[in-house]
């Protein structure tokens, strides 16, 4: 685990095309995803039906459900990983499925994204493994690469030698802020993170939260955020999403959530594992607005 990180984002290399994630008074949100009637399935089985969901620009947001209820296959959707039966998708306004070939390669180069676990290549170093989508969708010189790549590490809080380690000589916390490295290769607007504490002591998931917190409101980007982690909930996200039933069956901040009548939501947020809810203590989300 690194101790005594540095500071993120020493170098301003995206902040001049991004302003502030907050939004006028009065004003509408931007969307960022939109999410209408989705229906994904797998044979005979359902796991999203008739599905809704919007994601502002500039926020936070936790999408939280049962094991096994769809999270992961709602963010395999929206990235075009995973078919759809039924539905639209829409990213930054656009619906995916009437786009031309090279809008829809410019809209994956607005999009990072880190899989549950790390999905690290194995056979490559840190810094290789960061290079990839630069390779893919970027014309560079090697050196541009290095130093690219460099750069990215150096943000998450790695120390610079671990760019020429490989996945197996590499801790839990740091395969997570390599993995993140890696989605952000290509200064995305809106990143996706699959269970990014996963796995991790509560020191270390603090730490990543803070860092993903950090990251957000300096570069700022929208952030959806798969996790069971309730800590998360409380301290970074602006808004929460609940999925049960096939359907997001709740939206808002965490209040919303603890005050909300459905039977999941009662237990998820107030069983035995649940945190003791203190209004005095609940952090601000990422925007600024307090939960």
């Known amino acids: 685990m690194q101790k005594n990180l540095p500071s993120p984002v020493k170098k301003p290399f995206t902040l001049l095309r991004r302003g502030s994630a907050r939004v006028a008074r009065g004003a509408a949100p931007e969307i960022a995803i939109s999410v209408r009637d989705l229906i994904v399935g797998f044979g005979d089985n359902l796991v999203l039906n008739g599905l809704d969901l919007d994601v ?27 078919p759809k039966r039924a539905g639209r998708i829409e990213l930054f306004g656009s619906d995916i499925d009437h786009v031309s070939r090279a809008e829809y390669d410019a ?15 194995s056979g490559l170093t840190v810094k290789q493994n960061v290079q990839v989508p630069m390779r893919e969708h970027l014309k560079l010189s090697p050196r541009l690469a290095d130093e690219l790549a460099m750069l990215k590490i150096e943000l998450v809080g790695l120390s610079l030698d671990a760019a ?17 490295a890696r989605a952000l290769a290509l200064d995305p607007e809106l990143l996706f993170l699959d269970e990014p504490t996963s796995g991790l002591d509560p020191i270390g998931a603090a730490e990543f939260d803070d860092l993903i917190s950090t990251l957000q409101k300096t570069l700022g980007l929208t952030v959806f955020m798969v996790t069971h982690d309730l800590d998360s909930l409380y301290s970074i996200c602006d808004r929460i999403a609940a999925l049960a039933d096939e359907k997001v069956i709740a939206t808002g901040p965490i209040e919303t959530m603890l005050a909300s009548d459905h039977p999941w939501l009662q237990a998820y947020f107030h069983g035995k594992r649940a945190r003791q809810f203190d209004p005095s203590v609940i952090k601000r989300g990422a925007n600024g607005a307090g939960l």
């Open 56 to 82: 502002r620009r500039g926020e936070v947001l936790g999408f939280v459900g049962g094991s096994g209820t769809g999270k992961s296959v709602l963010t395999r959707a929206i990235l075009g990983l995973t």
């Open 107 to 121: 809209l994956e180069r607005r999009i990072g994204v880190m899989f549950q676990g790390g999905a690290l290549f």
């Open 164 to 180: 020429d380690k490989f996945p197996s000589e590499l801790s839990g916390g740091m395969i997570k802020r390599a993995a993140l």
